[in-house]
């Protein structure tokens, strides 16, 4: 099974607020990466975080890896109708092979 | 710089009948990589070649599925006999390098969508 798990499985956001999603490890992991998977699009690769408490930022949107290595976080400000889509985290098991969790599935109400 | 390709889009097959995708990823990128990914759910690796050799294929259910990656270059998935549970998208990716425990980001194809009737 997947050991990355991703909470929340949905999120509804109304247009203008900020909210965060949130993915956990069973194990410590030499680095993360999130993607980002519009409707009836394929994943695509936003951003890898590899030190510990590292934080990253693109634009409107916040990346931190936990000091523990095990959790990571998305922080979107100012939801936008762009930002619709289920974002994955993916974590190396096994020194290459990523597992995807199952997404954090976003809607925004305008 | 062109992205990954793959075909078809959408195939619509019944059930024990045998399907094949195709895919052709970034030049010059030496790992591809297939992944199963069934609605609502991540993305699933099926099996990772680097270059034309197995990197693995731990989740790939032999029984019924194969792939293949001649000369490093274009890679081919295949099923049979499908099953019901098979409906799914199948995503191609490629990375430049062979990931390890750095990790290589990784690029992916639109997918073929299968459905199984």
């Known amino acids: 099974g997947q050991q990355v798990m991703q909470i929340p499985q949905y999120q509804h956001v109304q247009e203008g607020e900020d909210f965060t999603t949130y993915c956990n490890s069973s194990?410590?992991?030499?680095?993360i990466q999130w993607y980002k998977q519009r409707p009836g699009g394929h994943p695509v690769f936003l951003i890898q975080l590899v030190k510990s408490g590292e934080v990253k930022k693109q634009k409107r949107l916040t990346f931190q890896f936990g000091e523990a290595k095990k959790n990571s976080s998305l922080h979107i400000t100012a939801t936008q109708t762009t930002d619709v889509g289920t974002y994955f985290c993916a974590g190396p098991f096994n020194d290459y092979k990523l597992s995807f969790g199952a997404g954090t599935t976003v809607t925004v109400r305008a | 710089e062109a992205g990954v390709a793959q075909s078809p889009r959408y195939k619509i097959i019944e059930k024990r009948q045998s399907v094949a995708f195709w895919c052709n990823p970034i030049s010059g990128h030496a790992t591809l990589y297939w992944y199963q990914q069934i609605l609502g759910q991540g993305p699933k690796l099926l099996i990772q070649?680097?270059?034309?050799?197995?990197?693995?294929d731990s989740q790939l259910p032999k029984d019924r599925f194969s792939a293949e990656r001649l000369k490093g270059v274009d890679s081919t998935l295949k099923i049979q006999p499908a099953k019901l549970e098979d409906s799914a998208v199948y995503l191609c990716?490629?990375?430049?390098?062979?990931?390890?425990?750095?990790?290589?980001?990784?690029?992916f194809g639109p997918g073929t969508r299968l459905t199984v009737l």
């Open positions: 194990t410590t992991l030499s680095n």
């Open positions: 990716a490629s990375s430049k390098l062979a990931g390890g425990p750095l990790g290589d980001t990784q690029y």
């Open positions: 070649f680097q270059n034309n050799g197995v990197v693995d």
